[in-house]
Nanobody, 124 residues
Framework: VQLQASGGGLVQAGGSLRLSCAASGLIFRSYTMTWFRQSPGKEREFVASFRSAGGTPLYGDSVQGRFATSRDNAKNTAYLQMNSLKAEDTAVYYC??????????????????WGQGTLVTVSS
């Protein structure tokens, strides 16, 4: 299984970026795809998730209303559209694939496969 995250970079506050996570080696449509992020000295933080069964995506409180996650099962790819970026959004962003029950969607332990991370830097 391989998850390849891309799309990170340097952006000014208020700007936008779109991250992609290309998956291979797994039945993509049967996995929940989730984004986490980690800043230096902080724990890995839940950002957004799109469950395999579809429905309404879940978002962390700090990104609600600014970020949007989606998935294209035909392309085995998950996306994270990030708008109105703030300096505090600076982090390494990771995509993860797993099959958590709903109540564990936000837990890092629930995920079996991880991408390598892509760095997002927001300048103020």
């Amino acid at each position: 299984v391989q998850l390849q995250a891309s799309g990170g970079g340097l952006v000014q506050a208020g700007g936008s970026l779109r991250l992609s996570c290309a998956a291979s080696g797994l039945i993509f449509r049967s996995y929940t795809m989730t984004w986490f992020r980690q800043s230096p000295g902080k724990e890995r933080e839940f950002v957004a998730s799109f469950r395999s069964a579809g429905g309404t995506p879940l978002y962390g409180d700090s990104v609600q209303g600014r970020f949007a996650t989606s998935r294209d099962n035909a392309k085995n790819t998950a996306y994270l559209q990030m708008n109105s970026l703030k300096a505090e959004d600076t982090a390494v962003y990771y995509c993860a694939a797993g099959r958590p029950i709903l109540s564990f969607t936000r837990h890092t332990d629930a995920y079996t496969h991880w991408g390598q991370g892509t760095l997002v830097t927001v300048s103020s």
